[in-house]
């Protein structure tokens, strides 16, 4: 630079969101989080882990039937069976929930939902989605 002092103005497009409690994240262009930045839904990583848990105590037979692991956790069995089912997402979607990098379409609710069990229609089911 000169002696002069001169001033440079850099535009970077940003957008905030929302997010439950109240915080807010800010996001870069293309909606994604910068790094470091926690933008994991903690409902659906929290149910992605039970589920899976409870999905290892079935193998490891601990209990026979949902019914049994049901009851041992004191939930509704239907409950259950539906949050098991997220045991068969594409191991890219599970990826993508824990790291932070879903849709922001992809909640819990919508995961309870029926959704084709091969991979590659789950994918195209969640890019028609976007």
Do not use: C
């Not at 109240?22 to 039970?50: E, F, H």
């Amino acid at each position: 630079m000169t002696g002069a002092a001169q001033m440079l103005t850099v535009r970077v497009p940003l957008a905030v969101r929302k997010q439950r409690g109240g915080r807010k994240l800010v996001l870069m262009p293309g909606g994604m989080a910068p790094r470091g930045a926690s933008a994991a839904d903690t409902t659906l990583v929290k149910a992605l882990a039970r589920a899976f848990r409870w999905r290892r105590m079935m193998e490891a037979g601990r209990y026979g039937t949902i019914n049994e692991l049901a009851a041992a956790e004191k939930i509704n069995s239907s409950y259950v069976s539906r949050l098991l089912r997220l045991t068969l997402l594409a191991p890219d979607i599970v990826e993508a929930v824990l790291d932070g990098r879903q849709q922001e379409a992809m909640t819990l609710p919508g995961l309870m939902e029926p959704f084709p069990v091969e991979w590659s229609r789950q994918n195209e089911m969640l890019r028609a989605q976007r």
